[in-house]
């Protein structure tokens, strides 16, 4: 009879902590469902403006390699340098 008793005891406590498992999951879904909405608006709103500064950034980028091809060769560069040397000696 005691036995009994405590084998009902072990089945009730392992029921009890069932219950209170699914009551704390059904909680945290509770939690998650209701704060769906205003987490992905603020989640799209984080991404648009991380896309706004990959586009800034890009355009940056392509401003830079603009000025990069417009740089003059190490060859042109040093005739360049050298007609300033020139120039400069001519005035002197």
């Not at 036995?3 to 945290?28: H, I, M, P, V, W």
């Not at 709103?45 to 401003?63: F, P």
């Not at 003059?72 to 040397?85: F, Y």
């Amino acid at each position: 009879m005691e036995l009994d008793n405590q084998e009902n005891n072990t089945k009730s406590n392992n029921e009890n902590e069932k219950y209170e498992l699914l009551l704390s999951k059904e909680k945290e879904i509770n939690e998650f469902l209701t704060n769906f909405e205003s987490e992905k608006k603020k989640e799209i709103s984080e991404i648009s403006g991380l896309q706004e500064k990959i586009e800034h950034i890009m355009s940056e980028l392509a401003e830079v390699q603009t000025c990069i091809d417009n740089l003059p060769s190490k060859d042109k560069a040093k005739d360049v340098e050298g007609d300033l040397q020139f120039t400069e000696k001519e005035i002197i």
